[in-house]
């Protein structure tokens, strides 16, 4: 099945900042292209200051091939307006790092993407005591996302929080007391869960955030952006993404980026909050009973807040919203 290019060419002011994390290549660089190629300001949070470097070359070839196409509606510039700050989601004073030198450039900032992800891992433990999974996809992400608002909420209309999850959270169960895994064995410890329960614990956040941030210009929404040939399939059973792909057809890295761009850029998103994304849909079908239940979508929101603890301020805490659940 031919997929069918699914978000608008929209002219962005230089002036509209996104960060997106994981942007060095998958479906992170198609979106960091695109968006800059319509003009905003990109800045791209990687591990790798080499990788980072390279993929904004090719971005900047990429794009001069398309003016030569005559691509209509993309930017009229020398050069993409695309910038990279170090990010590496698997140490909380990283995160801390990268939000210092993104206040200290003194950028409003409009769109946050939280895409960096990495798939089915051994059982591992970060620097900060949390399995390695949990924090690159989510916990990372959730205290990125608490130290930006600040910006976000005085940035002006329209800001959007997109939390790139996955269609594997439908499979995944939300067990308070199982998220870090240390009561199991490195052999029972079961990494496909893991992934799956990240992408689940994103889409819990987009509901807890929402009601806090309900009423004001920042919006949470999340997505699932296909089955993408990327490298991330890497980390997966090979004999069962081969069934998969006998089933379906996976989507190009630059075909499975358009929910993104299109949750970022389309203008007729402005104020959508609490929806699922799939195929640039709002999607029912996902996002299912376990993301939907509030009550556990606070208890993750307390662990969550207990694990950043040393990370978040007061000042910040109260900046995320009020629920009549928080002490
Ligand atoms: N591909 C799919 O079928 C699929 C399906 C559903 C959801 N998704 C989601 O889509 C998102 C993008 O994945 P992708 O498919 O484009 O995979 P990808 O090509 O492997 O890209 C993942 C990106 O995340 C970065 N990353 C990994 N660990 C990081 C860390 N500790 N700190 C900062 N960045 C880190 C990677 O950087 P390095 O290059 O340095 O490793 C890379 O830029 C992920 O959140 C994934 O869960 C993908």
């Known amino acids: ?87 590496d989601n698997a140490s909380l004073k ?22 960096a992800g990495i798939g089915r891992h051994k059982q591992e433990y970060t620097d900060d005591g949390n399995e390695l999974i949990f924090q690159v996809n989510y916990l990372s992400h959730f205290l990125l996302t608490a130290q930006l608002l600040p910006i976000m909420k005085t940035s002006g209309p329209d800001c959007r ?30 990494g496909l869960h893991y992934y799956r329960r990240s992408k689940l614990y994103q889409i819990m956040q987009m509901f807890s955030m929402n009601r806090r941030l309900a009423d004001s210009n920042v919006t949470v929404t999340s997505l699932h952006p296909g089955g993408v040939e ?16 006998q089933e379906v057809r996976f989507k190009s890295p630059f075909e499975g980026s358009w929910t993104t761009i299109n949750a970022a850029v389309n203008p007729a998103l402005s104020g959508v909050r609490d929806v699922f994304f799939c195929d640039s849909k709002p999607s029912t079908e996902t996002a299912g009973a376990q993301a939907r239940d509030e009550f556990c979508q606070e208890q993750l929101w307390k662990y969550t807040l207990t694990c950043l603890k040393d990370y978040l301020s007061e000042d910040v805490v109260k900046t995320l919203g009020w629920h009549s659940t928080d002490k």
């Open 1 to 87: 099945m031919e997929c069918k290019q699914s978000f608008p060419l929209v002219s962005l002011p230089s002036e509209r900042v996104v960060v997106i994390t994981g942007a060095n290549q998958g479906i992170g660089y198609h979106t960091a292209k695109w968006i800059a190629m319509m003009g905003a300001t990109v800045i791209i949070a990687c591990r790798s200051e080499e990788k980072a470097k390279q993929a904004i070359d090719r971005m900047n070839t990429e794009f001069n091939e398309e003016k030569e196409k005559g691509t209509k509606s993309i930017v009229d510039l020398k050069k993409l307006n695309v910038t990279f700050m170090r990010l």
């Open 94 to 115: 990283s995160v801390m790092t990268f939000v210092d030198h993104f206040k200290a450039t003194g950028l409003k900032l409009h769109v946050l993407i939280c895409n």
């Open 230 to 245: 990327t490298g991330l399939l890497d980390a997966f059973d090979p004999v069962e993404i081969n069934i998969q792909r």
């Open 161 to 190: 929080v997109i939390l790139v999850s996955g269609g594997q959270h439908i499979f995944a169960s939300f067990q308070l007391d199982e998220i870090q895994g240390k009561q199991f064995t490195e052999d029972a410890f079961d």
